[in-house]
């Protein structure tokens, strides 16, 4: 099993990034796929009840790869993260299956308060450079978050959003419904 996943992670990899020539490169040379193996290992320390152990662990990958997550985070399936420098995954963030996250993705919180405060990332949604989500967002189902922007909103599924603070591009998701029934109602 922990085979399987690891060969879908490499696999993951080669089909997300042009640059990507080899199973041994991308396994070898990784630091995103490096940091995801690592959050795993410290997420199952961490379901155990060992989080001093776990918490070292997420510091040390942190120290090797630049790449943030939190041990508590909820990750799924076959999450890329390209380049990985500067990636920030809070604590109670939830990722779904197929996310890709390019450098500098933060994942940050809202609240000092014990409570849901990250965002989550619906399958399929792709977070851009230097992005910045806060709070308990979410992030609708094959969503685009464009680079440099910053999301304090829920993102609706199939929508792509770009700025500071982000707002929906012209004709996706739901901005494309809003104008289609605006056409309708002339």
Known sequence: M??????????????KDPAATSAITVALLYSGLHAIWGYRV??????????????ALSQLVRFFTGVEI?????????????????VVVGETADIGDDVLMYHGVTLG??????EKRHPTLEDGVTVGADSTLVGSITVGENATVGASSV?????PAATTVAGVPAEPVAG?????TSSAEDCAAE
Request: aromatic residues 8%.
């Open 2 to 15: 922990v085979f399987t996943h690891l060969r879908e992670d490499v696999r993951t990899a080669l089909a």
């Open 151 to 155: 999301v304090v909103e829920d993102v």
């Open 172 to 176: 996706t998701g739901a901005e494309r």
């Open 109 to 114: 919180g809202d609240s000092m308060r014990r």
């Open 42 to 55: 410290a997420h199952a320390l961490w379901e155990r009840g060992f989080t001093f152990s776990a918490r």
């Open 70 to 86: 939190h041990p508590a985070a909820t990750i799924g399936r076959r999450l890329f993260i390209d380049h990985g420098a500067g």
